[in-house]
């Protein structure tokens, strides 16, 4: 290929020139690349030094937190109703993992990880990023952990990590007292931007006590800076922090008593409240069924959790403050203390016909007393006697002593959420329905039924202010109350508990709940709420959602009262056949471990074990035949 | 002063020095790489070391026309080595580079970096002056750098097939081509770079788009290329000091003893250290140019050109690379990596190069 232009003659000396000149142009260039590449790594190591200095050292050092221990929350002797156990855990640290499909393959296999699991895995996985690490599994044996660290060296990316599961020893019993903890979620981590919230095994309280008192039982979080290699190997430790163990919480609640109630609660769904009628001091406090807060802190399984969703004996709600029951005729004493206050005499007799006669109606009562005075219409749970009270005096006249003893009131209560229910009088009526009150709606409010609501932890405290004569406040924590003495005079209080004592110690409606023990005496008064309207169904037999809820308020020793109680069993048909019997033996434990713990066991044979025993049964019966109707409803 | 005897006055003191210097220092690299150990790497490098420079130092006793007369012969022979190679990798059902030969891997794909330029430099020390500007210098030097270029690429080995072009093309260059053949083939080249790059395997267009963009995947391709810079970043002016550095003995820096040696050096040496082995690399640079510019025939001034513009290609690639100005490709450092097929490569254009130097001792120069 020619050149257009005249070229000199191509001489051999020619070509050593061009060489010489081309071979220098060569050696300039290289010389120009290695300038180039001296100043680069100079710019590098230099300018940019500080930057890569900091990257070479988050490379090699580790920082873990170490998530605190929880506060322990311990009864109101010490006795612990939520510690902490040894938890065996491993997590992924994503960006150490390097083979994520073999690594995956191998924990599968030697950790038996079922499909969901691994969905949920590898879920994580993609929304992690970095040394964030990604639970794998928790509370592992002993022999699967050690099964996972003998191949660690195969394993890179796999962190095996000690730690602190939540437990509660006497699970349900204490369900809905203390609520339970759970893995922080997303919506909770984006409000509380702390790093700890997405540290493996940091759990914060979800419900209950647990929440409530979260910032108080959380402590603070340890740190453990390691130098590790790519693989994840630690190489040596550089320095640690130990966390801080979260407070204790003390509760006022009995850890002994609370254990034994909530056993013989049986089978029945209910509630049942104990308060100390020293302080107000809550000494029980079980909702039964109950769930068990281990399995939720743990992360519920999501067949555990419709099986808990699914028993119409709605184990996740807590009755003793979010049921709500028509208070039936447990309020009766606390009726009998309005009308003394309003002049009656309680000497003063009324007639029993079986029933009242009210303008063209006739409003019934469970039998035919004959002549009462006020303690024996106590004594008889006489409708009748109460009837001609409430038609004489009106319901205004009983409301404001109803709400002076702590019904219709939402406490400020730790933890709690409440339904506080309605003591409904004429102003209430006109704001609500917008309708004059009327006799008959005094009629239904004095028995306790028509408008009038009420939980179960207000009867208890309505019991607990009969019995000591003071505005006794719940309490769940030790915190001061004025606890002032009721307005009442000596003589309302006196008839109200003469009343109460005759309905277990005399010819009462409870007399079978007497206590077996000698010079200890319990006062009390049943109760039945009808399911149905009045005079529909007789609420005794049948379908268990349409029977009546037996109620039981009470108090022991009669003289000098120490502890007060309301129990309350769902569809028990009637106070003195299903409440008071419960009542009797909780209280016997009060007084006499031994003679109430033989009572329970003798129960506990026949209802088919410990709570536990019984759960776990039913919830494996419940998982092999899910489908199948419940055999209660198919009665 | 002591009489210095002939024999040992005629050892090329000085470019021993400088090679030594140059792998004593990847020693020291090697042994704190292995965490403080003369096995499994610095040891065998050592040893290695004398063996290749004896080498180098007989093949520094030929005569020069026998690189000449076998030039051709070498470089047919390497390239039947590069189809048997090829042949074999196909049969067994993958790539292939090496060739077992019992004692060790030989890779010819190696030996074509030093037989191309040798046999290019016979091509124009024979082709007549006044051919140099005509096609007929074109062609044959076209075909010849083709053929294995095209070979090495099926393997795939995109470095040596770069090394090998580079050196044919700089002999083309020094022998007189016309300027403007280069420069448009250089433009040429850049716009047909797309094309070329769809030619690419997948994994090497990864490596070429990360090189671009290195952050865009730190923890998966781009790892590489982010913990090097990492490590000679952190390492600072004076370095993090001998068998301290964190990078590469906790395993931070992939392939820290082989290719990216001069980061694990530079993590523990500093600036400083890179410096001083530039400047090793600067000295025998300067020693193979000056070899070239005192060549006494033509066909040593072509090969020495060549071979410096070899030994320079990897060094330059591989130091781009450890410094993220180039994608990541299979090179290493001469002399300063662990591995004995570089080594090889290098003292055998080293010992070329001493027989072009004492060819030129010898007789007198035919043109200036």
Redesign the interface.
């Known amino acids: 290929?020619?050149?257009k232009k005249k070229?000199p003659?191509?001489?051999?000396?020619?070509?050593?020139?061009?060489?010489?000149r081309?071979?220098?142009v060569?050696?300039g260039a290289?010389?120009a690349?290695?300038v180039a590449?001296?100043a680069?790594?100079?710019y590098?190591?230099?300018i940019?030094?500080d930057?890569?200095?900091l990257?070479?050292?988050s490379?090699?050092v580790n920082l873990t937190l170490v998530p605190p221990r929880r506060g322990w929350i311990v009864d109101r002797s010490g006795k612990a109703l939520a510690n902490n156990r040894v938890s065996l855990r491993i997590d992924i640290i994503p960006?150490r993992l390097h083979n994520k499909e073999l690594v995956l393959g191998q924990l599968q296999t030697l950790l038996r990880l079922d499909g969901d699991t691994m969905e949920r895995i590898n879920r994580d996985l993609k929304a992690a990023s970095g040394f964030q690490p990604v639970a794998i599994k928790e509370d592992m044996t002993e022999a699967e952990y050690s099964s996972i660290l003998v191949r660690l060296p195969e394993l890179p990316g796999i962190a095996p990590q000690r730690g602190f599961a939540r437990n509660y020893p006497t699970g349900a019993a204490v369900g809905h007292l203390i609520g339970y903890v759970g893995a922080p979620n997303a919506e909770e981590y984006q409000k509380a931007k702390d790093p700890l919230y997405i540290t493996p095994g940091y759990k914060i309280g979800k419900d209950g006590l647990e929440k409530y008192f979260q910032d108080m039982l959380k402590g603070q979080p340890g740190a453990r800076r390691v130098?590790?290699?790519?693989?994840g190997k630690v190489?040596r430790d550089l320095s640690t922090q130990p966390d801080v163990q979260g407070k204790t919480v003390h509760l006022t609640i009995d850890a002994d008593l609370q254990e034994f109630v909530a056993r013989r609660m049986g089978r029945e769904s209910g509630a049942a409240v104990v308060i100390d009628c020293q302080n107000g001091d809550i000494l029980s406090f079980v909702s039964m069924p109950s769930f068990d807060p281990n399995s939720f802190s743990d992360g519920i399984s999501s067949s555990e959790y419709a099986w808990l969703r699914g028993d119409d004996h709605q184990p996740l709600i807590n009755k003793a403050t979010r049921g709500l029951y028509p208070p039936g005729s447990t309020l009766k004493p606390m009726a009998a203390i309005a009308a003394v206050e309003h002049g009656v005499d309680p000497s003063e007799r009324h007639t029993c016909v079986g029933g009242y006669r009210l303008g063209s109606r006739f409003f019934r009562c469970l039998g035919t007393h004959g002549s009462l005075d006020m303690p024996s219409a106590i004594m008889k749970s006489c409708n009748s006697y109460f009837y001609w009270l409430a038609h004489r005096l009106g319901y205004d006249a009983m409301a404001p002593t109803a709400r002076l003893l702590g019904l219709g009131e939402e406490y400020q209560l730790a933890g709690s959420n409440q339904r506080f229910g309605t003591i409904p009088d004429s102003a209430w009526k006109m704001k609500k329905y917008d309708q004059e009150w009327s006799a008959s709606d005094s009629l239904n409010a004095v028995i306790g039924q028509g408008y009038v609501l009420a939980n179960p932890l207000q009867l208890a405290v309505m019991a607990a202010r009969i019995a000591s004569g003071r505005r006794l406040y719940p309490r769940l924590i030790n915190r001061e109350f004025k606890n002032e003495p009721l307005p009442f005079s000596p003589e309302a209080l006196a008839v109200a508990r003469h009343g109460m004592d005759l309905v277990v110690n005399g010819a009462g409606t409870a007399v079978r709940s007497r206590l077996p023990l000698d010079g200890i005496t319990m006062a009390g008064k049943t109760g039945t709420a009808q399911v149905r309207g009045l005079g529909t169904g007789n609420g005794k037999s049948g379908t268990w959602k349409f029977r009546d809820h037996g109620l039981f308020v009470g108090f022991a020793p009669v003289v000098n009262p120490r502890y007060a109680t309301a129990v309350v069993i769902e569809h028990g048909m009637g106070g003195s056949r299903a409440a008071a019997p419960v009542a009797k033996d909780f209280m016997t434990f009060l007084f006499d471990r031994e003679k109430a713990m033989e009572a329970l066991e003798t129960f506990e044979a026949g209802w088919g074990g410990t709570i536990k025993e019984r759960m776990d049964r039913d919830y494996a019966a419940w998982k092999a035949g899910a489908s199948k109707p419940d055999p209660e409803l198919a009665q | 002063m002591i009489p210095v005897p002939p024999a040992i006055q005629r050892i090329p003191w000085k470019l021993i020095a400088i090679l030594a210097g140059i792998t004593g220092f990847g020693l020291l690299v090697l042994y704190s790489a292995a965490g403080g150990n003369w096995s499994p790497w610095a040891l065998n490098q050592g040893v290695r070391f004398l063996v290749f420079l004896s080498v180098a130092l007989v093949i520094g006793r030929f005569p020069i026309r026998i690189f000449e007369d076998f030039a051709y012969i070498a470089y047919i022979g390497i390239l039947i080595l590069l189809i048997a190679v090829e042949l074999l990798g196909f049969v067994g059902g993958g790539s292939q580079r090496w060739l077992n030969l019992g004692f060790m891997n030989l890779q010819p794909s190696e030996l074509m970096k030093v037989a191309i330029v040798i046999a290019l430099a016979r091509f124009y020390a024979q082709l007549p002056?006044?051919n140099?500007?005509?096609?007929t210098a074109?062609w044959p030097a076209m075909v010849m750098i083709g053929l294995p270029a095209a070979l090495v690429m099926l393997q795939p080995d995109l470095g040596t097939a770069l090394a090998i072009c580079i050196g044919g093309v700089?002999v083309m260059?020094?022998?007189?081509l016309?300027f403007w053949w280069f420069g448009s083939t250089a433009v040429a080249g850049l716009a047909a770079l797309p094309v070329l790059f769809s030619f690419l395997h997948d994994y090497q267009q990864k490596r070429v788009l990360i090189f671009l963009d290195p952050e865009s995947d730190p923890?998966g391709a781009g790892y590489h290329i982010s913990?090097s810079?990492?490590?000679?970043?952190?390492?600072?002016?004076g370095g993090k000091g001998f068998l301290n550095g964190?990078?590469s003995h906790?395993?931070?820096l992939p392939e820290g003893h082989t290719d990216f040696i001069f980061a694990t050096m530079?993590?523990e040496w500093?600036?400083i250290g890179?410096?001083a082995l530039?400047f090793g690399?600067?000295l025998l640079?300067r020693w193979s140019?000056r070899v070239?510019?005192k060549a006494r025939t033509?066909f040593g001034?072509?090969t020495a050109?060549g071979l410096?513009?070899t030994i320079?290609f990897y060094i330059?690639i591989n130091?781009?690379m450890v410094?993220g100005?180039a994608p990541v490709v299979g090179i290493p450092l001469p002399l300063f990596s662990y591995g004995g097929s570089s080594m090889l490569t290098i003292m055998t254009c080293v010992g070329i190069m001493l027989a072009i130097e004492n060819d030129s001792k010898t007789g007198t120069r035919r043109?200036?």
Request: net charge neutral; hydrophobic share 50%.
């Open positions: 290929m020619p050149t070229s003659p191509i001489t051999e000396a020619w070509r050593g020139i061009t060489f010489t081309r071979a220098l060569v050696g290289q010389a690349v290695g590449l001296a680069r790594m100079a590098i190591s230099v940019d030094n930057r890569y200095v990257e070479s050292e490379n090699r960006d130098e590790v290699t790519a693989r190489v | 002056p006044g140099t500007r005509t096609f074109l700089v260059f020094v022998a007189g016309p923890l913990q810079k990492i490590a000679i970043g952190s390492g600072g002016i964190s990078q906790l395993d931070y530079a993590e500093g600036l890179g410096l530039l690399f600067f640079l140019t070239a510019l033509r001034q072509l050109a410096t513009m320079f330059a130091l781009m410094m100005l043109f200036h």
